[in-house]
């Protein structure tokens, strides 16, 4: 099973700076990786996919980048809305597919 | 604009089956996508349970196969989960989510809201 492990836990940003959200994979998952945006009692939110494409409706300060075992987030000048728990998950190597723990991203 | 709502009993006692569905509206199930099945115990990250196929068939996470099944009902347009033997390790947050099928693009792009799952006596 391919572990992913989310950095940091928690990421305090003021609002309008950039956010830089790492995920990590046990072993290479190629671009296959994707970012949800989840908040409170909500459902979660595709942002990313293919490592760097948004989804449809996702904003353009949100960008991804990486390959193999190291990816990045990156949301820049943050705004209110985007103030959530981020997950990324691999379909590389599956079943099962696995996320990563989180990164609560708060004022 | 693609929905999902599940709807499950909340309180299951250990030992018992727990029976989840997933109600989706604004797509017919039958036109394509793996339909899914991710739960998020408090506090962690989500775990991917299972996903259905609308011919039935079914790609499971290993570590739940011997007490999973997964099933479709196309004619209400909804998917089910059922899982044996529960224990306090099964409490979380259960989500039904759809899954791409081509070209190996298998991250979820819609998840429902999730219903609260505890599993006590």
């Known amino acids: 099973e391919v572990v992913m492990t989310q950095s940091p836990a928690t990421l305090s940003v003021p609002p309008g700076e950039s956010a830089t959200l790492s995920c990590r994979a046990s072993?290479?998952?190629?671009?296959?990786l994707a970012w949800y945006q989840q908040k409170p009692g909500q459902a979660p939110r595709l942002v990313i996919y293919?490592?760097?494409t948004r989804a449809t409706g996702i904003p353009a300060r949100f960008s991804g980048s990486g390959s193999g075992t190291e990816f990045t987030l990156t949301i820049s000048s943050l705004q209110s809305e985007d103030f959530a728990v981020y997950f990324c998950?691999?379909?590389?190597?599956?079943?099962?597919?696995?996320f990563g723990g989180g990164t609560k991203v708060e004022i | 604009q693609v929905q999902l709502q599940e709807s499950g009993p909340g309180l299951v006692k250990p030992s018992e089956t727990l029976s989840l569905t997933c109600s989706v509206s604004?797509?017919?199930?039958?036109?394509?996508?793996?339909w899914d099945w991710i739960r998020q115990p408090p506090g962690k990250g989500p775990q991917w349970i299972g996903g259905?196929?609308?011919?039935?068939?079914?790609h499971y996470n290993p570590s739940l196969r011997s007490r999973l099944t997964l099933s479709v009902d196309t004619s209400r347009n909804q998917f089910s989960l059922n899982l044996r033997s529960v224990t306090a390790a099964d409490t979380a947050v259960y989500h039904c989510?759809?899954?791409?099928?081509?070209?190996?693009?298998?991250?979820?792009?819609?998840w429902g809201q999730g219903t609260l799952i505890t599993v006590s006596s």
């Open positions: 998950q691999q379909y590389n190597n599956w079943p099962p597919f696995t």
């Open positions: 604004g797509y017919s199930i039958t036109s394509g996508y793996y």
């Open positions: 072993q290479s998952v190629s671009i296959n």
């Open positions: 989510a759809r899954r791409g099928h081509n070209g190996g693009q298998y991250f979820f792009d819609f």
């Open positions: 293919g490592t760097s």
């Open positions: 259905v196929y609308h011919s039935g068939g079914t």
